[in-house]
């Protein structure tokens, strides 16, 4: 196997860079731009780095600009330059922490400098690196352009001991309006980023200097809440195998702009390898244990394919009864007998069907319940129009003969599309959701246009039939030996909605070996006291239910900042928990990090299900890419779509733990955090985060749009969500 990296060797010559100081005297906000786009030294962290530029002025902390350009709008460069140092003699100096940060740094600039001297605009990206955009001429449209985005990282002493490389990651494309923003009044008020010359930068932060630089052309960069304003149109490409497409991008990428005498002599390194990705050593490669990809369907069969096995077995454990109601504009009538035919038969019928007319054999018999029983009689609701739908449903779920001894579930069929920010009927999806929630009823809505699509039946409907039972309180597949012991795990995931200038982090509790979530809740970035409460009522209510746990495990959406950390180290605390604590970070690496291929599969490079790649560990932190997918051996080489890409985990035990993780603890973990990947019901595909955090997420991403951004108490135990 190999990952999308190469070595790099730094040239030696004689370069002199300036360092500036006195950025203490400005504003906050403009002290803040400074620390994110240079690299930072303090006389006390950074002794030895202190000694060897012999300052003559009285200064406590330096810079070196390394986004000279966002530099430029922020002040002017010759009021505060300090002194000016040559870099050769610190990158031939040793390896201590400064040198490297100078050289990452000298570097960084050098890259930055050579693209835009291109023409290329570039941007910070999340963990520091340089994001680049390269132009598609060959794709652009008669209103916009399209750009590939790759990032460029640099380490040193990872992958290659004592020694650099470049890591190059391909993400996904930007879409680029071509009017200019100021004749754009459609967009005053809304949040996107902008192309300013070879800058990337928000639009709020765009003021007089950049628009007299680039002469007002400053263009937009489509997003979801702003692309239909622009008028760019949806893209309905398939991708069928996302890794030989990435790994491909990546490869004449680095042909065509890094492995050239150009780039190499702008940013002053060799690359000894002629940039061939680094092979992974074998003993960085490890695979879960086969019976931990098992999966339990109905029937009590066993497999290891949801997409495969969930239609021929139906569902591992079939939810309590429900009566089910349709919801629907009355001009979706046909639509509606169509689907009601559809969850009887499981197949289209040519007439409407009776009550009784069922296909006991039909996988969704043994999903969720059907025939005359399972349908609330004269409770279907077909309104007027969007306009009055709400007020309807209110009405008439007001009206209806609820029986206290029955649980009910509503289908709602739609013409509006919830991504469809532009849409005047946007919220309506989550204002029905809502105030269904609001009378302790589940639903499931369905776009009409899905219905009317090809693939309904075989590919949407499975994905539906796996939600609902999850919805009514079933289990659409079970993992049918579960590594989970008598543990705890609390899952914290956030999302940001576009045109919501709020993050909230939802939060999840597992409570058996099952994957069951209950203590659903939500709350915004930054609101410590209610996350702590939230965490404190998670940890009563399993020791309520299961006594003390044996673990407490904390899946996080990112890396703990210190306020975080206290925040859980307090709740702890309050709750007198005893046990040895695990965190671990999850995240995606769609876009911007290290992946590893399958080489030795050429046509497929995604590899097998249950592979962990060991990436490193620091401080206790080790961190693993992790692969769940539907590539089972040999078999997943010829599947449609071969997907997920993996996730980054980060394993580090609580700060109070008294002993350290061993490997037989890592690999443990590991395999926990596969199999809870492996039974998320919002689809029969595989998905790569484990369900304590995309569940979480999900909350996070409804909660904005209820009032007061709260649940209900309904909200908090269900999975409604899906």
């Known amino acids: 196997m190999e990952i999308n990296s190469f070595t790099l060797k730094i040239r030696r010559n004689p370069t002199f860079v300036s360092l500036f100081a006195d950025a203490g005297g400005l504003d906050m906000n403009l002290q803040k731009n400074i620390k994110s786009y240079s690299v930072r030294f303090c006389k006390d962290r950074d002794a ?43 990158i031939g100096s040793g390896t201590s922490k400064d040198n490297i940060r100078l050289t990452k740094a000298y570097l960084y600039r050098n890259i930055i400098r050579y693209f835009r001297s291109l023409g290329c605009p570039c941007k910070k990206d999340f963990i520091g690196g340089v994001e680049v955009y390269i132009n598609e001429p060959s794709s ?19 992958q290659i001991k004592d020694g650099w490389q470049l890591d190059v990651a391909q993400g996904s494309k930007a879409i680029v309006g071509k009017t200019p923003t100021y004749l754009l009044e459609s967009l005053q008020d809304e949040h996107f980023n902008v192309i ?29 809440s702003i692309k239909g304003k622009l008028g ?23 042909a065509k702009w890094i492995s050239t005498p150009a780039f190499m002599n702008a940013v002053g390194i060799d690359l000894p390898d002629n940039a061939h990705f680094i092979q992974l050593a074998k003993d960085k490669i490890n695979i879960v244990d086969e019976k931990a990809k098992m999966l339990l369907f109905g029937s009590n069969q066993t497999s290891v394919s949801p997409g495969y096995c969930f239609k021929r077995f139906g569902a591992a454990e079939r939810p309590a009864e429900h009566l ?17 035919n559809i969850f009887q038969q499981g197949k289209d019928a040519p007439n409407r069907l009776e009550p009784n007319d069922i296909d006991a054999y039909n996988y969704l018999y043994h999903t969720i319940w059907m025939g005359n029983h399972a349908w609330a009689d004269g409770m279907n609701l077909m309104f007027t129009d969007d306009e009055h739908a709400l007020e309807e449903l209110k009405n008439h779920l007001q009206t209806m003969n609820f029986k206290h001894d029955k649980k009910y579930f509503a289908i709602i069929i739609s013409d509006v599309d919830r991504d469809d920010t532009s849409s005047p009927h946007y919220h309506l999806y989550y204002d029905m959701k809502y105030l269904l929630m ?21 590919y949407m409907v499975p994905n539906i039939a796996a939600a609902i039972a999850g919805k009514e309180g079933g289990k659409a597949w079970k993992i049918a030996y579960p590594s989970q012991k008598n543990d705890m795990i609390i899952g914290i995931g956030a999302y940001k909605e576009l045109g919501i200038d709020q993050q909230y982090i939802g939060a999840a509790v597992c409570l058996d070996k099952e994957g069951e979530l209950h203590n659903f809740d939500a709350c915004l970035k930054g609101n410590f006291e209610e996350m702590r409460t939230t965490l404190i009522k998670a940890i009563l209510y399993f020791y309520s239910k299961f006594e003390s746990p044996s673990r407490l495990i904390i899946y996080y959406h990112k890396k703990l900042n210190h306020e975080e950390s206290d925040l859980i180290e307090d709740a702890l605390r309050t709750c007198r928990v005893n046990c040895p604590v695990i965190v671990i970070n999850v995240t995606e690496t769609d876009n911007d990090d290290l992946m590893a291929y399958d080489t030795s599969c050429p046509n497929v490079l995604m590899p097998v299900s249950g592979t962990y790649i060991h990436l490193r560990t620091r401080r206790g932190c080790h961190e693993y890419l992790l692969y769940n997918n539907e590539r089972y051996g040999r078999f997943g080489e010829r599947m449609p779509f071969l997907r ?45 985060m484990p369900i304590t955090i995309a569940y979480a997420a999900l909350v996070a991403k409804f909660v904005p749009h209820f009032p007061n951004g709260e649940l209900t108490e309904f909200g908090k135990n269900n999975l409604w969500m899906l």
């Not at 765009?206 to 979801?224: F, L, S, T, V």
């Not at 609001?438 to 075989?458: E, L, M, P, W």
């Not at 350290?660 to 790569?688: A, G, P």
Request: charged share 25%; net charge positive.
């Open 644 to 688: 997920p890409f993996p996730i980054k985990i980060s394993i580090m035990a609580g700060r109070n733990n008294k002993q350290e993780l061993t490997s037989s603890d890592i690999k443990d973990i590991i395999t926990l955090t596969y199999q809870t990947t492996r039974i998320n019901w919002k689809s029969v595909s595989m998905r790569s």
């Open 232 to 254: 760019i149109p949806k893209s309905n490409n398939r991708d069928g195998n996302k890794y030989v497409t990435k790994y491909n991008g990546i490869r004449n990428f680095i």
């Open 48 to 90: 030895s780095f202190w000694d060897k530029i012999n300052l003559t002025k009285d200064a406590d902390v330096v810079y070196l600009p390394v986004w000279e350009e966002e530099l430029e709008a922020e002040m002017p460069k010759e009021k505060y330059i300090l002194k000016e140092i040559n870099i050769d003699d610190f």
């Open 196 to 224: 300013a010359g070879t800058m990337i930068l928000r639009n709020s932060e765009i003021g007089q200097y950049q628009m007299e630089k680039c002469n007002g052309q400053i263009y937009p960069i489509a997003n979801r």
């Open 140 to 158: 652009e449209g008669n209103n916009y352009w399209r750009y590939q985005r790759y990032s460029l990282t640099l380490r040193y002493d990872d």
């Open 438 to 458: 609001k009378y302790n009823i589940g639903s499931q809505v369905i776009h009409q246009k899905r219905v009317d699509d090809k693939s309904f039946i075989n």
């Open 324 to 340: 089910h109601f349709f919801i629907c504009p009355q001009s979706m009538k046909y639509t509606l007998w169509r689907l009601y």
